[in-house]
């Protein structure tokens, strides 16, 4: 298994694993959405992908989006997406994946690097504790849908 940050070339992979990490959220699949979703995000540079693939299968991968703190005048990365294929689960592309951000973040100088999880996704939990990954109790998050 490798990780590494995925370009245009990871496209198909990683828009299949991308529609099957929006299908676990309870969305209708949609490859050719989620190709295209990839496809800008990659063209664009709005977000940062890593992937990791065993030979030709795609196993799992994370989406990082840049965002800035204010307070620290510092960049932060928000670690948006994270999914590991069902078959490839218990093999450490989870932490491979973890891994890679936090190496990009310090590559980056940021000051952090944060994520959120559904309440009743305790494996995610349990990755992101055993990883150093503390739970903000100081803060509460607010929503506004538009």
Request: net charge negative; hydrophobic share 40%.
């Given at each position: 298994?490798q990780?590494?940050r995925?370009?245009?070339?990871n496209?198909e992979g990683v828009?299949?694993l991308?529609?099957?990490?929006r299908v676990f959220y309870k969305?209708?699949?949609?490859?050719d959405a989620a190709?295209?979703y990839?496809e800008?995000r990659?063209?664009?540079?709005?977000?940062?992908i890593f992937?990791v693939?065993?030979?030709?299968?795609?196993?799992?991968?994370?989406q990082l989006y840049p965002m800035?703190?204010?307070?620290?005048m510092?960049r932060?990365?928000i670690?948006?997406?994270?999914?590991v294929?069902?078959?490839a689960?218990?093999?450490?592309?989870?932490?491979?994946?973890m891994?890679k951000?936090?190496?990009?973040?310090?590559?980056?100088?940021a000051?952090s690097?944060?994520?959120?999880?559904?309440?009743?996704?305790?494996s995610?939990?349990?990755?992101y504790e055993?990883?150093?990954?503390?739970?903000?109790?100081?803060?509460y998050?607010?929503e506004?849908?538009l």
């Amino acid at each position: 298994m490798q990780a590494g940050r995925a370009s245009l070339e990871n496209l198909e992979g990683v828009a299949r694993l991308f529609d099957g990490y929006r299908v676990f959220y309870k969305q209708e699949p949609d490859l050719d959405a989620a190709r295209n979703y990839i496809e800008q995000r990659l063209e664009n540079e709005d977000s940062v992908i890593f992937v990791v693939t065993d030979g030709e299968d795609y196993l799992g991968f994370t989406q990082l989006y840049p965002m800035f703190s204010s307070v620290s005048m510092k960049r932060l990365w928000i670690l948006n997406d994270l999914y590991v294929a069902a078959e490839a689960r218990k093999r450490g592309v989870g932490e491979m994946l973890m891994e890679k951000a936090k190496e990009f973040a310090l590559e980056t100088g940021a000051k952090s690097l944060n994520l959120s999880t559904a309440f009743d996704n305790h494996s995610a939990q349990r990755l992101y504790e055993k990883l150093g990954y503390r739970r903000d109790d100081e803060f509460y998050s607010y929503e506004l849908l538009l």
